[in-house]
């Protein structure tokens, strides 16, 4: 296993809902990031958390967001949920943001948007 | 055109069978590479990571080609737990973050 654990598992919310997915890093690590992977696609790169400062965003609207926290666990809030939100979330822990650390996963929270 | 784009699955083979799976990056500024397997329902996992020399474990050997922006994934003697959905990933770096980008995955199923 990898360490890096998220809640929940899985979620059913409402077109127009709040989410709020959580992340705890692997210990000794101080940088997160988080993916959403649709059904049937890769992985796609919402943001990068280092040191708890975003560090780093990929192409998602803003209602999109993350926080950090000192003990570097981290969640992604996402607001007016849309149908397209659906998705497998991941997360991912690095040692730190230097180029060549390994990420790895979280087992991911599966979100079902109605 | 994405950034990685793979082989479009998905893969049947028999078990004993030798498998390739290719990938090209349009991002020449990509610096490193990466394939992650992928079970079903499952969150990626890094299977090897991929240098300018290429590298070998065991039944897997991964080569790259910066020259063509091609990467490949080579898997000697199947087995039936090599099922999976097999993941290109390329890193892009960005002042000091690295996030990285994913192919759609190419999905192998290994039969008895």
């Known amino acids: 296993e990898t360490g890096v654990t998220q809640s929940p598992t899985h979620l059913i919310k409402t077109r127009g809902q709040q989410v709020t997915l959580r992340c705890s890093s692997q210990?000794?690590?101080?940088?997160v990031s988080w993916y959403q992977q649709a059904l049937g696609q890769g992985p796609q790169f919402i943001f990068q958390y280092y040191r708890e400062e975003e560090n780093g965003r990929g192409n998602f609207p803003p209602r999109f967001s993350g926080l950090q926290f000192p003990n570097y666990s981290s969640e992604l809030n996402v607001n007016a949920l849309e149908l397209d939100d659906s998705a497998l979330y991941l997360c991912a822990s690095s040692l730190d943001a230097s180029l060549k650390n390994i990420q790895y996963f979280g087992a991911g929270t599966r979100l079902s948007v109605l | 055109r994405k950034e990685v784009e793979q082989d479009p699955g998905p893969f049947n083979v028999p078990e004993g069978a030798t498998v390739a799976f290719n990938c090209t990056y349009s991002?020449?500024?990509?610096?490193?590479f990466f394939w992650y397997r992928q079970d079903c329902r499952k969150e990626p996992k890094l299977l090897m990571s991929?240098?300018?020399s290429g590298n070998e474990d065991g039944r897997f050997t991964a080569q790259l080609n910066r020259a063509s922006q091609y990467i490949s994934l080579l898997i000697r003697d199947s087995k039936l737990s090599d099922s999976a959905t097999y993941l290109c990933?390329?890193?892009?770096?960005?002042?000091?973050?690295?996030?990285?980008?994913f192919g759609k995955g190419t999905k192998l199923s290994v039969k008895p």
């Open positions: 210990s000794g690590h101080n940088t």
């Open positions: 991002n020449s500024a990509s610096q490193s």
């Open positions: 991929v240098y300018s």
């Open positions: 990933v390329g890193m892009n770096y960005g002042g000091s973050q690295g996030n990285l980008i």
